[in-house]
């Protein structure tokens, strides 16, 4: 029996655990750089950046850029923008994914999405690429009165489907998720290859890491 399966509950992190969203996250960034006159940033640097919102983002590309202090409403006015209309042209569900929700949705699992992302477009990328079908609730960054690694997305989920701490798994990418899940008591594993801010992510304090998401079957 896998070490992870088994729970009653499984909370997943968006981007870089579910979807790699970087190259339509990076396509996005580029377009409101360029139509500020700036230049366009690497994807490798924009997949250390995703995590933490849009705002963020923008921001750490415009400090990366040596404009610290450029105005930065414009630039996310366009990054969501173009965005909101391209949200699965190239991002990809990651190996596995779709088989392990399947089954765990079969097997009487509750299943939820906690990202940071807003609901404008957490909800519309699950529908485009057709994963939102698998999941019972979805937390976005402005569902909760707080974003992780505040635990408040995580409790909403456990209350919501009236689920104790020790019956969920939270399977993110992050210090973020990391911190978030240890805040609610809830045990966390970290896929080896996502968004981590070019963290070792066997250094987070995450209960285990998967290669696999199949290693979240029997």
Request: hydrophobic content about 45%.
């Amino acid at each position: 029996m896998s070490t992870w399966s088994g729970y009653d509950g499984y909370l997943f992190d968006l981007d870089g655990t579910l979807v790699d969203t970087a190259p339509d996250i990076n396509a996005a960034l580029n377009a409101s750089l360029e139509k500020a006159g700036l230049a366009a940033v690497d994807i490798g640097l924009t997949r250390h950046w995703v995590g933490h919102g849009s705002r963020t983002l923008i921001n750490q590309a415009l400090t990366h850029l040596a404009q610290p202090q450029r105005d930065i409403e414009p630039l996310l006015e366009d990054f969501l923008s173009y965005y909101s209309n391209n949200l699965a042209t190239h991002s990809r569900i990651y190996p596995g994914v779709e088989q392990t929700l399947a089954q765990l949705k079969a097997n009487g699992a509750k299943l939820a999405v906690v990202t940071n992302k807003l609901s404008e477009l957490s909800e519309p990328l699950l529908q485009d690429i057709n994963l939102a079908v698998y999941f019972d609730l979805i937390v976005s960054g402005d569902t909760a009165h707080a974003p992780k690694p505040d635990p408040a997305p995580v409790l909403l989920c456990l209350e919501t489907f009236a689920l104790l701490p020790d019956q969920t798994l939270f399977v993110g990418d992050s210090d973020t998720d990391v911190n978030a899940a240890l805040a609610a008591g809830v045990d966390v594993v970290c896929v080896r290859d996502g968004y981590n801010h070019g963290a070792d992510v066997t250094t987070l304090g995450a209960s285990g890491v998967i290669d696999s998401f199949l290693e979240l079957l029997d």
